[in-house]
């Protein structure tokens, strides 16, 4: 058959799949992180230390942004795929520590690569009337990520060693290439097209103020979700005495809630309209979160909680990513890249915040802080933020 001959449901499929790889690598590092340190001879502090820097890829994306709109969606989501298959060879080929650390840097840095081109090609293929349910399905992967990703690994590191898992995604990133390859048609430059080099990215953001909205909403979000997230555990440990298998409970109540947060938004955005259920879901997850706090006088209510902000906040998430699409189409990879950027800005900041204010203020200031933010953002997106 050829690639054209494929239905979109075939190609939302595989591109979610690849979408499912980069996340599992990029997620799971968190619960395994000691298991790492032990195989790694260093202190589990170090595996952070890596982690940390790992993220900084994220502020990277909007240099990779043209590369969507000069090779193709396609030819761009191929390269990262096989990106993502030799960084996760070279820990198997090199077993040490740093060669690790440059395996988690290239995961991180192959799926800012994809991941815009991936919502671009979602963005012109899908009409913004159905978009929501598009976008939706791909962001499946990033709960499956910790549903499925996490106890395949789990599973591969207690069989086969800790260099496992990274042995599979090589070998799965590369055969999903392949397979995106045979079954996406080729895309090419749309007419119109801006943002296929650095100097048009920087003319695209100038020009738009409405992107730059987009960045600041996606910020405020990110580190309003972050500042919570970042001393949870630590709150539950030392206020209700839960051992590591009750933390992962609550850690297991985070993929349940983003799975149906995902589901949830691809019934719901295109129905009711994208703008009006992120402000509905946002200012939700601002109750939430300013809530939480008060809750530690009962574990049920605070877990309850503690899902419903996550709830919220997949649903605010993944019903804003179609309305980013459309507010500047012609430049689709720009503003996802920046997106991203954004995204990598606000959880940085979040987790640089959250520790200090938790230690001098108590887990009520996360939350009022946390509120304050997301407030911050349905106000930037009520205002600030129209698609075209």
């Known amino acids: 058959m050829r690639p054209a001959q494929f239905r979109l449901p075939v190609r939302l499929a595989v591109i979610t799949f690849g979408r499912l790889l980069f996340n599992t690598g990029l997620r799971v590092v968190y ?60 820990v198997f080929i090199w077993p040490a520590y740093w060669p690790f650390g440059l395996t988690l840097a290239v995961i991180a840095l192959a799926k800012v690569i994809y991941d815009p081109a991936m919502q671009a090609y979602v963005g012109d293929n899908v009409p913004y009337a159905r978009r929501g349910r598009a976008i939706s399905v791909t962001e499946l992967s990033w709960a499956g990520a910790l549903l499925l990703g996490a106890p395949a690994v789990g599973w591969l590191i207690s069989v086969f060693g800790w260099q496992a898992p990274f042995v599979w995604l090589a070998a799965l990133a590369g055969g999903t290439a392949v397979l995106l390859w045979r079954v ?52 539950l440990e030392f206020n209700f005495g839960l051992n590591l298998l009750a933390l992962g409970f609550s850690a297991g109540l985070v993929g349940g809630a983003e799975m149906l947060g995902e589901i949830f938004s691809g019934w719901s955005v295109d129905r009711f309209g994208k703008r009006q259920i992120v402000i509905m879901t946002g200012s939700l997850n601002m109750i939430a979160g300013l809530l939480l706090p008060f809750t530690g006088f009962s574990l049920p209510l605070a877990l309850g909680a503690y899902f419903l902000l996550f709830l919220f906040f997949e649903i605010t998430v993944v019903g804003s990513i179609p309305l980013l699409t459309e507010i500047v189409p012609s430049a689709r990879a720009v503003v996802m890249s920046s997106v991203m950027a954004a995204s990598a800005l606000g959880r940085a900041a979040g987790a640089w915040a959250g520790p200090p204010l938790y230690n001098e203020v108590g887990f009520w200031g996360n939350g009022l802080a946390a509120a304050a933010l997301m407030g911050a953002a349905v106000l930037v997106l009520a205002y600030g933020i129209r698609e075209q």
């Open 31 to 90: 619960p395994f992180a000691p298991a790492f340190a032990r195989e790694l001879g260093v202190p589990l502090t170090a595996v952070y230390d890596l982690i940390a820097w790992r993220n900084f890829t994220g502020f990277l994306s909007p240099l990779f942004s043209p590369l969507p709109a000069r090779y193709g969606r396609r030819a761009t989501m191929a390269g990262a795929l096989l990106f993502l298959a030799a960084g996760c060879a070279v």
């Open 184 to 235: 996406l048609p080729r895309t090419r430059r749309r007419n119109g097209a801006r943002g296929d080099n650095l100097r048009d990215v920087w003319r695209v953001l100038r020009q738009n103020r409405v992107i730059w909205a987009a960045v600041l909403f996606t910020t405020l979000i990110m580190a309003s979700n972050e500042l919570l997230f970042i001393v949870f555990g630590g709150w």
